[in-house]
């Protein structure tokens, strides 16, 4: 009954490192999306994806990329950290465009 | 453009008061509208949806919401606040056509006073 699933849980990079965020999902949805969530600011969308090989950008794609070869993997790739990335990042999974969204547990990551 | 508010950032109550938590919309019809719920350092919760009919809707932990369609509202009800609902609580809403991405609004953050 694993749901969501996001890894690392905490993470401190060094500015201009690279990193890729983790999700897993295993409930068959075709649905999946990153945010980022930061104080005061509730959730920006930054990534989602509509199905294997299918990608678009939301509202906040600046500065990240994402893959998905299969169903159940949706990574995020942060190419070359800056401060302003510092957030908590979740990633979340739907079975239709308008359902509601199971979400992992987020990921806290740390730019210095 | 959609777009969500809601216009309290923190509200406290007291254990067994009601509770209210206000959720503002904009968009052109209708559209599918969500809360959620975040404990700390977890993710989020669904409380509850409306996607039509009945506008008064009844979601997990006691928690009930009243579309009115007038107001462009969409506001959460509790009739008596326990210890274990302080949290961050999103109004979501999702457009009806297109894309069908979700707008968070900015949250409220809920403390109970014992």
């Known amino acids: 009954n694993a749901g969501v699933t996001q890894t690392p849980k905490f993470r401190i990079l060094k500015i201009g490192q690279s990193m890729t965020l983790q999700c897993t999902q295993d409930m068959n949805h075709n649905y999946m999306y990153w945010y980022r969530q930061d104080p005061g600011m509730g959730l920006k969308l930054i990534y989602y994806?509509?199905?294997?090989?299918?990608?678009d950008k939301g509202e906040v794609p600046n500065g990240y990329n994402v893959s998905r070869s299969t169903t159940e993997d949706f990574p995020l790739r942060l190419e070359l950290a800056a401060p302003s990335q510092t957030s908590v990042y979740f990633c979340?999974?739907?079975?239709?465009?308008?359902?509601?969204?199971?979400f992992g547990d987020g990921t806290r990551l740390s730019i210095l | 453009a959609q777009s969500v508010t809601q216009p309290d950032i923190h509200i406290t109550v007291s254990e067994g008061a009601s509770l209210e938590l206000r959720c503002n919309y904009s968009y052109g019809a209708t559209p599918y509208l969500f809360w959620y719920v975040q404990s700390p350092g977890q993710g989020l919760q669904l409380l509850l949806k409306?996607?039509?009919?009945?506008?008064l809707v009844q979601g997990i932990k006691g928690f009930e919401a009243e579309f009115k369609r007038s107001q462009s509202s969409f506001n959460l009800r509790k009739p008596s606040v326990h210890w274990s609902d302080a949290a961050e609580y999103f109004c979501a809403v999702v457009a009806t056509s297109g894309t069908y991405k979700y707008i968070f609004g900015t949250g409220t953050r809920l403390k109970v006073l014992a």
């Open positions: 994806s509509v199905g294997a090989g299918i990608t």
């Open positions: 979340a999974s739907g079975g239709q465009a308008d359902q509601p969204q199971h």
């Open positions: 409306y996607f039509s009919g009945d506008t």
